[in-house]
C-alpha cells in the first residue's frame, strides 16, 4: 500500500514538472516609451510589455522580458538569446530577409517633430539636422527623403536622446513614431513651443505593414501561434485593454 503511495506521488510530481508552462522570451529595446521603458522598480513598463504578457496569458505560457539595445536584437535572435522580438519593429521587406515576422500587432503613422509654424515638404531642411532613432524605418526614409536634398540625419541610440537635443537647438526636427513623438514629448513642458507638422508618413515601402513579432527564419510553428494569439486578444478584449491604458486612439490601424 506505502509503495503504491509513494509511487503515486512520484508520478504526480512528475506530471506537475511536465504540466509547467513553457517560458516565451522576448526581446525588446527598453528605451521606447510609453511602448517600452524601464520602470523606478527596475521593472519593464509599456505598451509592449503588456502586450507581450498579453499574448503570453493567450498561450498558456510565462513571459520573460530580455533587454536589448535596438540595433542588437535582429542579430541577438538570431544568436538563440531569445525567441521572439516584440519591440515596436515594423515588417519590411528589408528585415524579412534576416527574420520571419507575424501579422501585425499595430500600426502608427511616423511624424516630424519641428517649431510650431513651420511648413514641411522634402526642401525644408536643407542645411538642417533631423534626429532619427538608429537603424529604424525613420532612419532610412529621412536619409531618402529630407537626406538626398541636403538634410543631416543625425542617429541616436535612444529616441528620448532626440528630443533632448531639439529642445537644445542641437538638431532642428525629429523624425519619429506619432505615439512616442506625441507622449514623450509634445505633452510634456519641454514640447511647448513645437507641434507635429507636415502629413502622416506611412509609405509601406519604408514603413511596411506595421509593426509585427519577428521570430527567427523559418520558425513558422511558433509565428502561427503568435498569430493566434494576436487573433485571441483582438476578440476577447485584452488587446483593448492593453491599448486603452496608453492611447486614446485605436493603434491596430487599418
Request: a positive charge; glycine letters at 10%; one cysteine or more.
Amino acid at each position: 500500500m506505502k509503495k503504491t503511495l509513494v509511487l503515486g506521488v512520484i508520478a504526480a510530481s512528475l506530471f506537475s514538472i511536465g504540466a509547467q508552462a513553457e517560458t516565451l522570451r522576448f526581446g525588446m529595446d527598453m528605451n521606447y516609451p510609453p511602448f517600452s521603458k524601464q520602470g523606478a522598480d527596475g521593472k519593464p513598463q509599456g505598451f509592449d510589455v503588456d502586450m507581450a504578457n498579453a499574448l503570453c496569458a493567450a498561450m498558456k505560457a510565462t513571459c520573460q522580458i530580455v533587454p536589448q539595445d535596438w540595433d542588437g536584437l535582429i542579430p541577438a535572435l538570431n544568436a538563440n538569446k531569445f525567441d521572439a522580438i516584440i519591440s515596436s519593429m515594423q515588417i519590411t521587406p528589408e528585415r524579412q530577409k534576416a527574420v520571419d515576422f507575424t501579422n501585425k500587432y499595430y500600426n502608427i503613422a511616423s511624424r516630424i517633430i519641428t517649431k510650431v509654424g513651420t511648413k514641411v515638404d522634402q526642401n525644408t531642411f536643407k542645411g538642417k539636422k533631423i534626429g532619427v532613432l538608429r537603424a529604424s524605418t525613420q532612419e532610412k526614409f529621412a536619409k531618402d527623403y529630407w537626406g538626398k536634398d541636403g538634410a543631416s540625419i543625425v542617429a541616436y541610440n535612444k529616441a528620448p536622446e532626440s528630443f533632448l537635443d531639439l529642445k537644445a537647438g542641437r538638431v532642428d526636427a525629429v523624425f519619429v513614431d506619432g505615439a512616442v513623438g506625441d507622449q514623450e514629448f509634445l505633452k510634456t513642458a519641454n514640447g511647448k513651443g513645437y507641434a507635429f507638422v507636415g502629413p502622416n508618413y506611412s509609405d509601406p515601402k519604408y514603413f511596411g505593414l506595421g509593426a509585427g513579432i519577428a521570430v527567427k527564419k523559418g520558425n513558422k510553428a511558433l509565428a502561427e501561434r503568435l498569430n493566434k494569439a494576436i487573433a485571441e486578444i483582438r476578440k476577447n478584449g485584452s488587446y483593448k485593454k492593453v491599448q486603452d491604458k496608453y492611447f486614446s486612439f485605436d493603434v491596430y490601424g487599418n
